[in-house]
């Protein structure tokens, strides 16, 4: 998987010079005793929140918060121990970082309310946030959002991931069993627009297709009916819930092999919102 890694690197130092060439500012913003790296570009209201997958740079959302910005305020971050900013001392659960997140956007003097976005374990992280200040959420969007009941799946199915104890040592990963079980406590917001993007692929599946797939890659082709059956099962609980399928980007890269899905969506959710 060396050539995705370099796909990968590829992306993010493009990020960092799309960003650079639209003179967009970034800053770094407390969000309760630490500063993290923040970027905010465009006006207006509500305000669409960017929540990163695992581990992930706000580079990696591409192109889709500066096209985002040309409608309504963009607002991408790095969590903590992320990208470039620093770790926190605090375990890296869902609630920890959703309780950071409103910290940080209060601190940044970006007002409620929000659409929120996550990718990834982005999901469950703005889920949790939804749950917690529903007050502050006109309308989530989903981008292929890691899923409680697969979790699950994997460990009836012999696949499970190591489970470890949730401390802010080995920061996110440590703490993905405790996010999840937070999120599947969650309860939606009434009465605001959510969309879920399910992507086929986990591997890349666009112009940066890879073919030579390790075992590990070939190994997760069973999940994918079980994927697609939870993200199914979660939307249709939401009544405002809408659910969107692609076969034509990865689960990592959706944001720079399909970004225009990601952009539409949210365009779709800010305009209910607004109404």
């Not at 913003?29 to 500063?35: C, E, I, L, N, Y």
Request: aromatic share 6%; net charge negative.
């Amino acid at each position: 998987m060396n050539r995705l890694v370099a796909i990968v690197a590829a992306v993010m130092t493009g990020g960092v010079l799309f960003l650079a060439m639209q003179k967009q500012g970034l800053s770094r913003v407390d969000a309760g005793g630490m500063t993290l790296r923040m970027l905010v570009a465009g006006s207006g209201s509500p305000a669409v929140v960017f929540d990163s997958g695992g581990g992930g740079w706000l580079e990696l959302w591409g192109k889709v918060p500066a096209r985002v910005a040309e409608f309504t305020a963009a607002v991408s971050y790095d969590r903590a121990g992320n990208g470039l900013s620093p770790p926190s001392p605090s375990p890296r659960d869902a609630e920890t970082i959703a309780r950071e997140l409103r910290t940080l956007l209060r601190n940044a003097k970006i007002l409620p309310p929000y659409v929120l976005v996550g990718h990834s374990l982005g999901g469950p992280h703005i889920r949790v946030f939804a749950d917690l200040y529903p007050e502050d959420v006109a309308g989530m969007v989903l981008v292929d959002p890691t899923q409680e009941e697969l979790f699950d799946w994997d460990d009836e199915n012999g696949i499970a991931a190591d489970r470890l104890p949730c401390t802010p040592v080995d920061g996110e990963r440590s703490c993905i069993a405790e996010s999840l079980a937070q999120a599947n406590r969650s309860v939606t917001p009434p009465g605001i627009p959510v969309v879920l993007i399910h992507v086929k692929w986990p591997w890349p599946h666009g112009p940066f297709e890879v073919r030579e797939l390790d075992d590990a890659i070939k190994a997760y082709t069973p999940r994918l009916p079980a994927r697609l059956k939870f993200h199914r099962d979660w939307v249709e609980r939401v009544p405002e819930g809408r659910f969107i399928e692609t076969e034509k980007s990865s689960h990592g890269l959706i944001n720079i092999e399909e970004p225009e899905l990601v952009i539409d969506a949210i365009r779709e959710v800010v305009a209910k919102a607004r109404k």
